[in-house]
């Protein structure tokens, strides 16, 4: 099957620093992917869609200026959290499509995920 | 609005069967996901339907009946590895996935 990966597994910074996560497909070209946040015991939270080499679209009540995607390639989106706070604090999960993938075109490969801890 | 209903936790017993249901009220329809979610991970992809009927794969099948609105999955011979969330999620017409807030199964020995 489709393989997302995400780098880094685990990021801990400082109040007001700057991360940056990396969302790759391994074995097949994405158009669109995903990027989730999740908090303790709660489900995935849809932040944005990111479309390669086009802006990408945030949900309502995410800022686009905070939470910075960019689809440089096929295989590459990229989350930059700027000036993160304690608050940012979470799991954030990329995705993407496979539109290779037949009748299941329309799934969603995840990535293992980004667990982000501010300071 | 858009509403997907699932319970929020279930206990079953290893080696049993459990069924867990999802209810959907969505604009539009192209189609109903499940995923599995282990604490701490990432959801893995167990199914996908968009027509009637049972979809078999291995001990996990997944029911859809779009004129009622309602998705199964069915978990046979449960083990102790299958404790996990169970997330139910449906593709709107705007090919928008609509996420439930996922089932937490807990399987005793």
């Known amino acids: 099957g489709a393989v997302v990966s995400q780098h880094p597994s685990w990021v801990i910074c400082k109040s007001g620093t700057s991360v940056k996560i990396e969302c790759r497909s391994l074995?097949?070209?994405?158009?669109?992917m995903f990027w989730y946040r999740q908090f303790p015991k709660q489900s995935l939270m849809l932040m944005a869609t990111?479309?390669?080499?086009?802006?990408?679209?945030?949900e309502q009540g995410v800022e686009k200026d905070k939470f910075l995607i960019n689809h440089a390639s096929l295989t590459l989106s990229t989350l930059t959290v700027t000036s993160a706070h304690p608050e940012d604090s979470s799991f954030y999960i990329c995705?993407?499509?496979?539109?290779?993938?037949?009748?299941?075109?329309?799934?969603?490969?995840f990535g293992p995920g980004t667990r982000l801890l501010v300071l | 609005g858009q509403n997907i209903d699932q319970p929020t936790e279930m206990t079953a017993t290893e080696g049993a069967i459990v069924q867990i249901n999802c209810t959907y009220q969505?604009?539009?329809?192209?189609?109903l996901f499940w995923y599995q979610q282990h604490a701490g991970e990432a959801p893995t992809f167990l199914s996908y339907n968009v027509l009637d009927g049972l979809e078999e794969k291995g001990r996990f099948s997944s029911f859809l009946s779009r004129s009622k609105g309602y998705s199964y999955l069915l978990l046979k011979e449960l083990q102790m590895k299958d404790s996990a969330s169970y997330l139910c999620?449906?593709?709107?017409?705007?090919?928008?996935?609509?996420w439930g807030a996922g089932t937490k199964l807990i399987i005793k020995p």
């Open positions: 995705s993407a499509r496979d539109p290779t993938s037949g009748g299941e075109q329309e799934t969603q490969y």
């Open positions: 990111s479309n390669e080499g086009s802006k990408a679209t945030y």
């Open positions: 999620a449906v593709m709107d017409s705007n090919y928008q996935l609509i």
């Open positions: 074995d097949f070209q994405a158009t669109t």
């Open positions: 969505t604009s539009g329809f192209n189609g």
